[in-house]
């Protein structure tokens, strides 16, 4: 069955620094790779998405991801971290149908 | 906005009441989700409906819990003899599913809390 790790309950990073989160996925195939964004009491928002072509994809807020097959991984990167990119981030993987998993997320917070 | 939305955004029952939730999906969406979120957790799958079917439910969805689509338009989710264990967010989603490798993109309403006391 497929499942996303992110090894990282939390992480501090100072506003300006680059940022990275780690997510592994268990899948047997080519997964549908996801990262989300959640700000405290609201839903989740799509930051980007990687269903196939160029492993490197870019999204919204000035957050890329790479899609790594070997590593299993999808790391979501971001050159300069803001104050306001202070939320909870979620990798998840969908197996193709309908379901999508996610992980347990990690929770960053930005420090001036 | 034509986003997914959530009604209500937040209820709070005494524990063996019923409530109900209601979502509208994205109007162009045949599919639509029901997660449940705990605090400190990623979204966990509940059930999904294709138009008016619901075609999986997760065994997280015990008897007290029913959903509906009865139009493949907007649904509910209905919780019945509420329990504390109940108390968390219920994010409704929806997706356009096509063929292909297009894939299922979900996009999320903001969600609904609930607790139980």
């Known amino acids: 069955a497929q499942s996303v790790t992110q090894p990282d309950i939390h992480i501090t990073v100072s506003e300006g620094a680059s940022l990275e989160l780690r997510c592994n996925y268990s899948y047997g195939a080519t997964p549908y790779l996801f990262w989300y964004v959640q700000s405290p009491g609201q839903g989740l928002q799509l930051l980007l998405k990687y269903f196939s072509g160029d492993t490197l994809v870019q999204g919204i807020k000035g957050f890329e991801a790479e899609f790594k097959r070997s590593q299993s991984s999808f790391n979501l990167r971001k050159p300069s971290v803001h104050w306001s990119d202070a939320a909870e981030y979620f990798c998840?993987?969908?197996?193709?149908?309908?379901?999508?998993?996610f992980g347990a997320g990690t929770r960053l917070f930005v420090k001036a | 906005d034509t986003g997914v939305s959530q009604d209500p955004r937040h209820k709070i029952t005494k524990r063996g009441q019923n409530v109900t939730f209601r979502c509208d999906p994205i109007s162009e969406h045949n599919r639509l989700y029901w997660y449940r979120q705990t605090l400190g957790q990623g979204p966990e799958f509940l059930t999904y409906f294709q138009n008016e079917a619901q075609l999986e439910k997760s065994r997280l969805l015990s008897d007290r819990f029913s959903a509906e689509r009865p139009k493949g338009s907007f649904s509910t989710l209905e919780i019945q003899r509420t329990e504390q264990g109940d108390s968390a967010m219920y994010l409704c989603a929806s997706s356009l599913a096509r063929g292909g490798r297009s894939g299922n993109t979900i996009y999320f309403g903001e969600g609904s809390w609930l607790t139980v006391v």
């Open positions: 998840a993987v969908g197996a193709g149908g309908f379901k999508t998993i």
